[in-house]
């Protein structure tokens, strides 16, 4: 199994940028992508930005285009979000996620809350 930790996340003013971390660990050899999800109070996790492990391939949401850079360091198994321009729809917990090899969903970490004020 794969172990996800996020770190980075808090309260920032609209505008403004954040950076979060996700740190991989156990069998990381298994990972085929990894990816960035987020969920708002009331409505369900949604999909925020994803980067194949292999070949650094990133697809992002349309809402995040433009203001989101995903990026990853595979030697360290590490996986970062830097977020600009950011709105106060931006708020949520968001999650660190790896697809493994052989399995049909994302493995997911505890989040980090990213709040982001008027």
């Known amino acids: 199994q794969v172990q996800l930790v996020e770190s980075g996340g808090g309260l920032v003013q609209a505008g403004g940028s954040l950076r979060l971390s996700c740190e991989a660990s156990?069998?990381?050899?298994?990972?085929?992508?990894m990816g960035w999800f987020r969920q708002a109070p009331g409505k369900e996790r949604e999909f925020v930005a994803r980067i194949t492990w292999g070949t650094g391939s990133a697809e992002y949401a349309d809402s995040v285009k433009g203001r989101f850079t995903i990026s990853s360091d595979t030697p360290k198994k590490t996986l970062s979000l830097q977020m600009s321009s950011l709105k106060v729809e931006d708020t949520g917990v968001y999650y660190c996620g790896a697809f493994q090899y052989g399995n049909s969903d994302y493995t997911y970490g505890q989040g980090t809350q990213v709040t982001v004020s008027s």
């Open positions: 156990g069998r990381t050899f298994t990972i085929y992508s």
